[in-house]
């Protein structure tokens, strides 16, 4: 007898922005620290959260993440407000954020979870990205990129410390500044 089980890790992110005017938009861009700061400075967003998305395992947490098993991804999840930052803003900060042509990997940090992904909530987020896939695909010529671009699951939010992690100071006690439009190469390093 098959098992009938649903696995909530499979279903769609169903979570609101606290404000109904906002959106959510999710990314995977590697190591998901340095990925959420740069959104952090970005006029128009609101508020951003890591966690994991993507995988087949409810409920999971970073020591599991990391063992492969759970196919998630680290992703950035974003609210913004798209009357002062419109969607495509945010997909030019992803391109530019990270190698899309490397899979599975970003810098040092190997493995699925740090793979490269676009991950809509709505069929004109869907279509943005790809468009924007597109016409990067055409920069980069005969590089391919692995990019993927899928309905965004489940989000589980990562654990406390994770949160807000290079601003806070990460692991050599640097604070670095979420403000927005910091541009400082020093402070606002990211």
């Given at each position: 007898?098959?098992?009938?089980?649903?696995?909530?890790?499979?279903d769609?992110?169903?979570?609101q922005?606290?404000?109904?005017?906002?959106?959510?938009?999710?990314?995977?861009?590697?190591?998901?620290?340095?990925?959420?700061?740069a959104?952090?400075r970005?006029?128009?967003?609101?508020?951003?959260?890591?966690?994991?998305?993507?995988?087949h395992?409810?409920?999971?947490?970073?020591?599991?993440?990391?063992?492969?098993?759970?196919?998630?991804v680290?992703?950035?999840?974003?609210?913004?407000?798209?009357?002062?930052?419109?969607?495509t803003?945010?997909?030019?900060?992803?391109?530019?954020?990270?190698?899309?042509?490397?899979?599975?990997?970003?810098?040092?940090?190997?493995?699925?979870?740090?793979?490269?992904?676009?991950?809509?909530y709505?069929?004109?987020?869907?279509l943005?990205?790809?468009?924007?896939?597109?016409?990067?695909?055409?920069?980069?010529k005969?590089?391919?990129?692995?990019t993927?671009?899928?309905?965004?699951?489940?989000?589980?939010?990562?654990?406390?410390?994770?949160?807000?992690?290079?601003?806070?100071?990460?692991?050599?006690?640097?604070?670095?500044?979420a403000?927005?439009g910091?541009?400082d190469?020093?402070?606002?390093?990211?």
């Amino acid at each position: 007898m098959a098992n009938n089980v649903a696995n909530p890790a499979l279903d769609p992110d169903l979570d609101q922005p606290d404000n109904p005017n906002h959106k959510f938009a999710q990314f995977g861009a590697g190591c998901f620290w340095g990925v959420e700061l740069a959104f952090q400075r970005v006029v128009g967003v609101v508020k951003t959260e890591v966690g994991y998305s993507q995988g087949h395992v409810h409920d999971p947490n970073y020591k599991l993440v990391c063992t492969g098993a759970t196919n998630h991804v680290e992703v950035v999840r974003v609210q913004f407000d798209p009357e002062v930052c419109p969607y495509t803003n945010l997909l030019s900060l992803f391109w530019a954020r990270h190698d899309p042509t490397s899979l599975n990997r970003q810098g040092g940090d190997v493995g699925a979870q740090y793979r490269s992904g676009i991950y809509y909530y709505n069929e004109t987020q869907a279509l943005l990205a790809q468009e924007s896939k597109e016409a990067k695909q055409l920069e980069l010529k005969d590089k391919k990129i692995v990019t993927e671009i899928l309905p965004a699951k489940r989000f589980y939010r990562a654990e406390e410390y994770h949160q807000r992690y290079l601003e806070k100071g990460g692991r050599k006690g640097a604070k670095q500044s979420a403000e927005k439009g910091c541009t400082d190469p020093i402070r606002c390093y990211g």
